[in-house]
């Protein structure tokens, strides 16, 4: 008769590893994997900006429309990922809200989460709402300041 405290071996006698050393290895490998693209990121873009400051010194109004192009789409794009995030964010927790239910029915969890109901759930989507539209709310602003910021290289370059 087995002991409860040693886990039954599988069929072929290896010892299966826990599920919690697995967790741990994909967010060290997760981890890594988004360091090395930081880094890899981080030194194209200086690249980049060397580029774009060579191109200063021969045309300055051609490197302020490239960078304020640059700005626009950069700023649309991760400023417009955010906002739509907080507006997931709000959607999921007003179903939590109306499920007394955090999370909510039917959303999928990165693991097996704790769910709460009754007022506990109802105050986390609370919660959740708010920080949904603090980011819906920071990214708007976000994103006008970068058109705006943008637009002033324009106007710059042309006086």
Do not use: N
Not at 90 to 97: L, M, N, W, Y
Request: hydrophobic share 55%; net charge positive.
């Amino acid at each position: 008769m087995q002991s409860m405290a040693v886990p039954p071996t599988p069929a072929d006698g290896t010892i299966a590893r826990p599920r919690a050393a697995r967790e741990v290895w994909v967010r060290v490998l997760v981890l890594a994997g988004a360091m090395a693209a930081g880094l890899v990121l981080q030194r194209l873009l200086l690249q980049h900006l060397d580029a774009l400051e060579t191109l200063a010194e021969t045309d300055p109004i051609a490197a302020r429309r490239q960078l304020a192009t640059e700005l626009r789409v950069g700023g649309l794009g991760l400023f417009g990922l955010t906002c739509v995030l907080g507006g997931w964010v709000i959607a999921v927790s007003v179903r939590a809200f109306r499920a007394a239910q955090f999370p909510p029915p039917g959303v999928s969890t990165w693991r097996v989460a704790r769910i709460a109901t009754g007022a506990t759930a109802r105050r986390q989507a609370i919660a959740g709402m708010v920080l949904g539209a603090v980011l819906v709310a920071a990214s708007l602003a976000a994103g006008v300041l970068t058109w705006k910021i943008a637009a002033t290289f324009l106007v710059c370059g042309r006086t």
